[in-house]
């Protein structure tokens, strides 16, 4: 009996198996029909509420509630990625994501580049100013000559300056440094949007308070390129739809509602491991991405140097090729590089970080490598050539040594200022130190902290590099290399 | 015997180095080729030691046109040692030494070593083997560089100015030095250093402004230098 229930077992396991072997592709198959488009949404994450990122560091807010629900209805994959504010529109244009679910309000400017889906809600434009009132201003009216900000890129500034001339606007790229300035009454009063201005000074317990009435009312909705008009056409049925059904109001009255203060109370406070783990994980990508780099960089910048350097014969055009490039990069922002090979180019943003840092180290250390063999007595050569050797084996052996030696020094410097321009990536929605920074201040408002953790982590990884530069050279000149 | 026939040199800047000038200089274990400052003693080493291509005229050793010799075995007939040594300064003066005999000569690095050591113990200056170049006084580093050229075993060994560097003291002690190393090549030292040349060669030429004037006994130089130096 035993005996035959264990065959059976056997048997059946078989069959499992082979039902298994059978039908599992295709039901991998069959599953992928429907989840197989994958929409890609921007927003900065550094919004609050409608995009944060919450206590457990994940992409949380109103927007970010909206594009899941929308991404349901239409039956799609959703991908979010964070950008900046003022490139994100052009990021759109530049096919890096279909979408932009992040508050964007609809603007006759913004119309000529994009197709707007129907409003998902409505807010407007309010003037916030300090308690204190130092500058004795009731409305927008009365702030004439003085000191108003907005966040770089927001309607606020265009509106601002077209309808208040007078007022002395101030554009900066965040709300905690838009906050901090007005803690400081460094500046009179804010332009924001009334829902988020209201809901960060509440979280944020700074004494700022609305005053005046509502600049204007402002549509906001969602932008897709002119060509994507059926994915407009879904978008527009799901908000349709979500509106109908209510769904729209429960995922405002979750953020906006009466009973937010207890979620509130929870969203103030970011765990500190959470703002570790986030400081610490962006840092990671900071020194990962200025590694490769450096090694890339340096790589190219042997023979780019040498090509900088020997400069005769069949040298001649590629030589004048290398000066141009290294010229033309030295020569030109390393942030309008960066978006050039992000937007421009259309690169992924690590790929672009990787390659515009690299290219940019490798012209500059391509020039140490040149002042380096430059600075090698022609004598050494000629002393080599007396002794037999060949032309490579001058190189090899005499000249390049104590170039490389010069130029090591220099060439730190190189790394050094190269670990500091990764800063710049931020800017194309990579993770790193400065994004997580400013991510976990855009939920503590507390910038001057953790913009000094954030340079201390910098230095830490750059104070040995520059003291090892310092010491190297120092032996360098001891040992007689530098021919002058 | 290096020949020099009607070699002309002029320089990018229409500079003339050497004028149709024609010497020979046997092997003799010192020989000197004296003169002034620009009278034009480091074109004409420069051209024996091949850095320099005369525009006109031809240099001989031992019977073979410079132009036509394969590279090795003509750095196995003249050594240069230049007036500014151009020790390598990453080396120690031991690996200076080894460079072209293990690179050139492909000797192994041990068998180098050994005779760069005995080389220099030959020489008297085995103390500073393992240092580097801008570790040893100005006369240490001479006889090093010396050494370096005297590894490749030429025939003929061309220094420049050997002594612009040294001071008075060193001087002397440099030429008693140099002095004794008849066995190792055929020295022709250009200087316009009198006493240093009168101290040290026999026999030699004197040249100006690019041409020979005299050859010959030193003394004999050194008595038509002086009067030439009277006229002027």
């Known amino acids: ?484 | 015997m290096i020949e020099i026939k009607n070699v002309s040199f002029t320089y990018a800047d229409g500079t003339k180095g050497l004028i149709d000038f024609s010497a020979s200089f046997p092997p003799e274990h010192i020989f000197g080729v004296l003169g002034e400052s620009g009278s034009g003693k480091t074109t004409l080493l420069n051209c024996i030691g091949r850095f320099l291509n005369p525009e006109k005229g031809s240099i001989y050793i031992d019977g073979d046109n410079i132009l036509n010799m394969k590279e090795l075995d003509f750095r196995r007939k003249i050594g240069v040692v230049f007036q500014d040594l151009y020790l390598f300064p990453h080396l120690t003066i031991l690996e200076n030494m080894i460079l072209a005999p293990c690179k050139v000569q492909k000797v192994t690095s041990k068998k180098a070593r050994t005779e760069a050591r005995e080389m220099l113990t030959r020489l008297g200056i085995e103390d500073i083997a393992d240092s580097y170049s801008a570790q040893v006084s100005g006369g240490q580093a001479q006889r090093a560089a010396i050494a370096r050229g005297l590894m490749l075993k030429p025939k003929y060994m061309l220094l420049d100015e050997p002594t612009a560097a040294l001071d008075a003291g060193t001087t002397k002690e440099f030429a008693e030095w140099l002095r004794e190393l008849q066995e190792e090549s055929n020295f022709i030292i250009v200087t316009h250093d009198v006493p240093f040349a009168k101290s040290i060669a026999s026999r030699g030429i004197y040249m100006h402004n690019g041409k020979k004037i005299h050859s010959g006994n030193i003394q004999n130089i050194i008595d038509v230098w002086d009067t030439d130096f009277n006229k002027r």
């Open chain 1, 1 to 484: 009996m035993f005996n035959i229930y264990s065959k059976n077992r056997t048997v059946c396991f078989i069959f499992l198996l082979l039902f298994f072997i059978i039908f599992y592709p295709l039901s991998v198959y069959g599953q992928k029909e429907t989840p197989t488009m994958t929409m890609t949404s921007a927003l900065t994450g550094k919004y609050p509420p409608f995009s944060y990122f919450g206590t457990d560091g994940e992409l949380t807010g109103f927007d970010v509630d909206v594009s899941k629900e929308i991404a349901r209805r239409m039956g799609v994959r959703l991908k979010l990625v964070t950008t900046e504010w003022d490139g994100i529109l052009a990021g759109l244009l530049a096919g890096k994501y279909d979408v932009i679910i992040g508050s964007m309000a609809v603007t006759p400017e913004r119309e000529n580049q994009v197709n707007f889906s129907v409003p998902y809600y409505h807010s407007g434009a309010q003037l916030f100013i300090h308690r204190d009132n130092p500058a004795k201003v009731y409305s927008i009216e009365e702030c004439k000559g003085k000191q108003i900000a907005t966040g770089l890129g927001e309607t606020y500034q265009h509106y601002l300056e077209v309808h208040y001339p007078e007022v002395n606007v101030i554009t900066l790229k965040s709300t905690a440094e838009i906050f901090s300035l007005l803690k400081q009454k460094r500046i009179t009063g804010f332009v924001s949007d009334r829902l988020v201005g209201s809901w960060q000074i509440n979280k944020s317990g700074r004494p700022f308070v609305p005053v005046g009435d509502m600049l204007y009312r402002e549509d906001i909705a969602i932008p897709v390129r002119k060509e994507d008009k059926v994915l407009l056409s879904e978008i527009n049925n799901a908000i349709i739809e979500m509106k109908k059904d209510g769904t729209l109001k429960e995922i405002h009255n979750k953020y906006f509602g009466l009973n937010q203060d207890q979620s509130e109370e929870q969203n103030s406070q970011m765990p500190q491991s959470v703002i570790i783990s986030k400081l610490l994980g962006g840092f990671a990508i900071t020194i990962g991405i200025a590694l490769i780099s450096i090694v890339m960089g340096f790589v190219l910048a042997i023979p780019c140097g040498l090509l900088l350097t020997y400069r005769k014969g069949v040298l001649v055009v590629p030589s004048m090729i290398s000066r141009t490039i290294v010229d033309f990069i030295r020569g030109t922002p390393i942030l309008i590089q960066l978006l050039f090979v992000w937007m421009g180019m259309g690169l992924s943003p690590y790929i672009a970080a990787v390659t515009t840092l690299g290219i940019n180290t490798m012209a500059y250390m391509a020039e140490v490598i040149r002042a380096g063999l430059m600075s090698v007595d022609p004598g050494q050569a000629r002393a080599a050539q007396a002794l037999g050797l060949s032309k490579i084996q001058r190189f090899r052996f005499v000249i390049w040594p104590q170039a490389f030696r010069i130029a090591v020094p220099p060439l730190m410097n190189s790394v050094v200022a190269l670990t500091k321009d990764t800063a710049l990536i931020s800017i194309i929605s990579i993770p790193e130190v400065i994004r997580e920074a400013q991510s976990i201040i855009s939920v503590t408002f507390e910038p001057g902290k953790y913009y000094f953790i954030t340079a201390v982590l910098f230095f830490i990884v750059t104070f040995p590099l520059m003291k090892l530069a310092g010491r190297l050279e120092k032996r360098i000149k001891q040992k007689g290399y530098v021919y002058d």
